[in-house]
């Protein structure tokens, strides 16, 4: 079976990551693998033959095949997230096919310094490649810079604290843009140019950039990046429709 055909695979796991956020858990028996960064196809069909499909980030690094984590936001008007962050249950099958891309990749003898940049659920394929890095012992030094609006509407939030106080040469940068909580010590904006020059790494060491959020997130960063001097051929870039501002 090709990785463009379309599979059934069985949801075995659901987690909540925040009020909107769901993760969901599929065995998929004809997997045949991904790398970190990649996404798949989900496609629903109702009673009356209509059909709806919808891109989603892989959320699991490729160590953990042929299981596949999907992480989820809910739209209040979409036609597929409302279903799976809601009625989807264990034991439900869902139509997948993938795994899609190979632009938005990182593996890790690709090295570094990483230099990831999240907005809202734009951490998911940047998560892949964080377990990635941690399911094969790299050290590659590696920092994510993650804008969330609020501390509750942070992903994976104690995954992420686990993995900064025992892993190596990993850190964590975060921004909340529309509330913090008292005695909040982050920043407390929007990313910009000022901030990516205080967290980036320097140009000398041509860090490796992703950039995953809303289209207009990931210009301003990616721009951002460009003019303090980072090469363009080093900045990888994915982007989804506006969700609400990051």
Not at 64 to 90: H, I, N
Not at 158 to 167: C, P, Q, R
Request: hydrophobic share 35%.
């Amino acid at each position: 079976m090709g990785r463009l055909s379309w599979q059934r695979g069985e949801v075995v796991a659901t987690r909540p990551e925040t009020l909107r956020v769901q993760s969901i858990t599929l065995t998929l028996p004809n997997w045949m693998g991904h790398r970190a960064g990649q996404h798949v196809d989900v496609r629903l069909t109702a009673e009356d033959g209509y059909q709806a499909e919808r891109s989603y980030s892989i959320a699991t690094p490729p160590e953990e095949a042929p299981r596949v984590t999907l992480t989820v936001e809910r739209l209040d008007d979409g036609e597929v997230s409302p279903y799976l962050t809601e009625e989807l249950r264990v034991g439900d099958k869902l139509e997948l096919r993938g795994p899609i891309g190979g632009y938005f990749v990182w593996e890790a003898q690709m090295g570094g310094p990483l230099l990831l940049i999240a907005g809202g659920s734009g951490i998911v394929p940047l998560m892949a490649m964080i377990r990635h890095r941690a399911a094969v012992g790299s050290t590659v030094p590696t920092r994510l810079l993650y804008s969330s609006r609020s501390l509750e509407d942070v992903i994976y939030r104690d995954e992420l604290d686990h993995l900064v106080k025992n892993g190596t040469m990993l850190e964590v940068v975060q921004t909340l843009t529309r509330t913090q909580p008292t005695g909040w010590t982050g920043y407390d904006r929007r990313i910009d140019t000022q901030m990516l020059r205080e967290v980036a790494w320097s140009v000398e060491q041509r860090p490796l950039a992703f950039i995953c959020g809303p289209t207009p997130f990931v210009e301003t960063a990616a721009a951002s990046l460009v003019d303090l001097g980072h090469g363009p051929a080093r900045i990888k870039t994915e982007r989804f429709g506006p969700t609400g501002e990051t």
